[in-house]
Structures are given as C-alpha cells and as structure tokens.
Nanobody, 126 residues
Framework: QVQLVESGGGLVQAGGSLRLSCACS????????MGWFRQVPGKEREFVAA????????LYADSMKGRFAISRDNAKNTVYLQMNSLKPEDTAVYYC???????????????????WGQGTQVTVSS
C-alpha cells in the first residue's frame, strides 16, 4: 500500500521557519517528480513547489520563490519543503504528492500527480 505521510507542520510566528517532510512508503518514487501543494478551506488546492526525479530541477509558485526550498533524498524516499520568512497568508494545509509514472520533471498540474498525502497544518500567526 502506497503511503505519503507529511510531518513538520505547526504554529509559527510571522517571519519564522518550518521544515516539512514527506515520507513515502509502499514503493519507490525515485523516478517520479514530487510536489507540494496547499489548500485553505473554501479555496482550490494551490501549487507550491515541485522537484524533478533527481533533484536537478525545481519549480516554484511565484509567491514562494526565494522563501521556500524543495529538496529530496531518494535513498530515504523522502521529500522536504523548507519554508522561511513565513507570512500569515501561508497558513494552509500542506500536501505532498508523487507524480504519475513517466513524469520525471517538476510539474505544477495537480492532475499529473497520482498519490497524495493526508496533509499537515501550517499556521502562521501575525
């Protein structure tokens, strides 16, 4: 059974940092791109960042560039999202996702992801 489990969320003050982790089990995703999305109640899921199969290429939403960094450790089957200079508007549930087989480069399209985690809450106080 494939599972993606996010961790590292929590409550942080504006300007602070958090590091999210996404541990994958049930199969390897070493040849798949991986991504992070976020969602606020009542709004559509929003792309945050994605990383290619070997970590050589990354993609970020404009509002996250320079503040967030995505990375991966294929040996551990884990993806990370380092979030710095957090703002109250970053408050959301953050989800990690594994792309469909054959998608090796980062993509921002939710429909190109096959597996999703259950999400972790990030709350940024002002």
């Amino acid at each position: 059974q494939v599972q993606l489990v996010e961790s590292g969320g929590g409550l942080v003050q504006a300007g602070g940092s958090l590091r999210l982790s996404c541990a994958c089990s049930g199969r390897t995703f070493a040849r798949n791109s991986m991504g992070w999305f976020r969602q606020v109640p009542g709004k559509e899921r929003e792309f945050v960042a994605a990383i290619g199969w070997n970590g050589g290429s990354t993609l970020y939403a404009d509002s996250m560039k320079g503040r967030f960094a995505i990375s991966r450790d294929n040996a551990k089957n884990t993806v990370y999202l380092q979030m710095n200079s957090l703002k109250p508007e970053d408050t959301a549930v953050y989800y990690c996702a594994a792309a469909l087989t054959g998608y090796t480069e980062p993509t921002y399209q939710p429909h190109e992801y096959a597996y999703w985690g259950q999400g972790t809450q990030v709350t940024v106080s002002s």
